[in-house]
């Protein structure tokens, strides 16, 4: 390096990118307790080794997964795992290969989770699901300087057969609740029916009044011709008019 400076000089400056990190090796010892970068960085050739980490998020894709779930029901879920090294040096030295280690962890663990839940549990709390696999993760790769951000189970594949026998399930109770508020529908109908007979019994003329206000109602909503029979007790109280004393008046033709 001394006897082709300055030419070997660039040889020993490497770049290291602002989402980088570099663990150099001198000698195969860690060169620091902290990985270098980001910007120029001096490495001496044939002595210094190093290895650049990606800081970034890294998206992992976990494959449907066939689970038997404590109900003995066979269902495939499939996940995804968002996670990003925070230690550069413990994801080198600690483990070969941080991420596939983190992808085979994520697979296991999503089954051995699912299994101990059953399907109903899966299908409506998926959040607490993904929040337990998270923190699972997160202590399990700690170790390697892993950070789990965020887990999500994406789809719940369950049998045909199964779905149907649901879905049956689900209409037959939709059926009987529906039965059972009509039949609360016509006790509650009934009993307002017997108060107002109650009332009107109370009141004859209650009852003519209603039968009018009931004809003004639909000679409003339907512009025709009705026809029906009024009753002469009706016109009593009218101005002293009613059938008994109609009878009484002579004939004069």
């Avoid at 989402?19 to 010892?29: H, I």
């Avoid at 290895?51 to 029901?73: F, G, M, Y």
């Avoid at 994406?154 to 057969?161: C, E, F, L, M, N």
């Avoid at 019994?201 to 009931?214: G, V």
Wanted: hydrophobic letters at 45%; aromatic letters at 6%; one cysteine or more.
């Amino acid at each position: 390096m001394i006897i082709t400076f300055p030419i070997s000089i660039w040889m020993c400056l490497k770049i290291i990118k602002e989402y980088e990190r570099a663990v150099v090796f001198r000698l195969g010892r860690i060169q620091a307790d902290k990985a270098k970068g980001p910007g120029l960085i001096l490495v001496l050739p044939c002595i210094d080794v190093f290895v650049k980490v990606d800081l970034r998020t890294v998206t992992c894709n976990i494959p449907p997964q066939e689970i038997l779930t404590r109900d003995s029901v066979t269902t495939q879920v499939d996940g995804v795992v968002y996670y990003r090294i925070y230690s550069a040096v413990s994801a080198v030295a600690n483990v070969n290969d941080v991420h596939q280690a983190t992808f085979l962890l994520a697979q296991t663990t999503l089954r051995n989770v699912l299994g101990t839940q059953t399907l109903s549990q899966i299908l409506a709390g998926r959040e607490e699901i993904a929040h337990s696999i998270q923190t699972l993760l997160d202590d399990a790769t700690k170790l390697w300087g892993i950070q789990v951000a965020q887990v999500e189970i994406k789809d719940v594949r369950i049998p045909g057969q199964l779905q149907r026998s649901m879905a049956a399930e689900a209409e037959a109770t939709r059926e009987a609740r529906a039965r059972i508020l009509a039949a609360e529908g016509e006790m509650n109908a009934s009993e307002a029916l017997k108060s107002a007979s109650k009332v009107l019994a109370e009141s004859p003329i209650a009852l003519q009044l209603r039968y009018l206000q009931t004809l003004t109602t639909v000679a409003t909503e339907k512009n025709s011709t009705i026809v029906f029979p009024l009753p002469m007790n009706v016109l009593d109280g009218m101005g002293g008019i009613s059938y008994s004393n109609h009878k009484n008046v002579p004939n004069r033709t």
